[in-house]
């Protein structure tokens, strides 16, 4: 499901089986020497996640990034962000991200850290291949916590 | 010369009338176009897209086969890569959308252990047998959707959606 009208109506009459929220955290630098970088793990981050999106469209939802600069990081709090979440009706709030800063939250919140992969100079066949990968590594993740519930 | 007048009564009933067989028009023609085009369009060459799989490879254990097309969305195009399911059932070539019928993640082949040669979607645990009929019992309500193929110099082309026919 994508945070569009459409996919949100279908989660409240399905709240038992769309249990689970996808959030992005997507750093984003300005600077000189670094803009390319940032966006390139931006492209990154925004295919894998849709492509998740894709595999368990029926379980989860992907919801916008939530975007930040090193200058505005500080205000956003992301232990209150998964809070609302939950009471929103997702049993599961996964954060995914390529920025390594989050992991120190690791111990209570569930982060999947993946390190960003240059998607631009890939033909579509292998960006396909190379986002099939990372989808495995986010299976498992996924179906240890589904299988708790 | 007065009798040629229009008067206020008739103006009214002719622009009325006009207005509202327009405005039927309007609302016919759509529904008269979603009714025919359907039928019209199932064979046109062009609805068929190539793949990368050669027919010959083919076996009776389901492959994924993408498949790639650009679908303009409004001002807005862009390309789509979407996959089916693809075995051979004796001569015939069976191609099965991986949409799950329930709520819409994708199903694979063979995936639950417990449950060998079923195509298994890991959302709710549904199943479906290999004709895409659904298993009774699991969340999915109908069988998974076919695609139309086709063959091209050896290479295998697959169409529209359509409801599934093996069921
Ligand atoms: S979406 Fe496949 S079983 Fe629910």
């Known amino acids: 499901m994508f945070f569009n009208v459409n996919d949100v109506q279908q989660f409240q009459t399905q709240k038992d089986f769309i249990d689970t929220v996808l959030v992005p955290l997507l750093s984003l630098d300005f600077e000189e020497g670094k803009i390319k970088q940032s966006s390139s793990a931006a492209e990154f981050l925004m295919s894998l996640t849709s492509f998740i999106e894709q595999q368990f469209k029926g379980r989860l939802m992907l919801v916008p990034p939530f975007s930040y600069t090193e200058q505005t990081k500080s205000g956003l709090s992301i232990t209150s962000l998964k809070e609302e979440l939950n009471n929103a009706g997702f049993k599961h709030v996964l954060f995914i991200t390529t920025d390594h800063s989050w992991t120190s939250f690791n111990e209570q919140l569930d982060i999947l850290w993946l390190p960003s992969i240059p998607l631009e100079f890939m033909d579509s066949t292998v960006k396909k291949t190379v986002l099939e990968e990372q989808l495995k590594q986010v299976i498992p993740i996924l179906s240890t916590k589904w299988s708790q519930s | 010369m007065s009798n040629n007048r229009v008067s206020r009564r008739q103006f009214l009933n002719y622009t009325l009338t006009g207005v509202g067989g327009f405005m039927a028009a309007g609302i016919l023609m759509p529904m008269v176009r979603f009714a025919i085009d ?130």
Request: glycine letters at 8%; hydrophobic letters at 30%; aromatic letters at 10%.
């Open chain 2, 38 to 167: 359907p039928a019209l369009q199932t064979h046109a060459e062009g609805d068929f897209v190539q793949t990368s799989t050669k027919v010959a490879d083919l076996t009776e254990e389901p492959v994924k086969v993408d498949f790639s097309y650009e679908q303009v969305d409004a001002w807005y195009k862009s390309e789509v890569t979407d996959t089916a399911w693809v075995y051979k059932e004796g001569d015939k070539i069976i191609a099965l959308s991986p949409v799950c019928k329930h709520l819409g993640c994708t199903v694979n082949w063979n995936s639950d252990t417990a449950h060998p040669n079923q195509f298994f979607c890991a959302c709710h645990g549904g199943r479906y047998e290999k004709t895409g009929k659904n298993v009774p019992g699991t969340p999915p309500l109908g069988p998974l959707d076919e695609y139309e193929v086709s063959e091209k110099d050896g290479f295998l082309l697959l169409g529209k959606k359509m409801a599934n026919t093996l069921v």
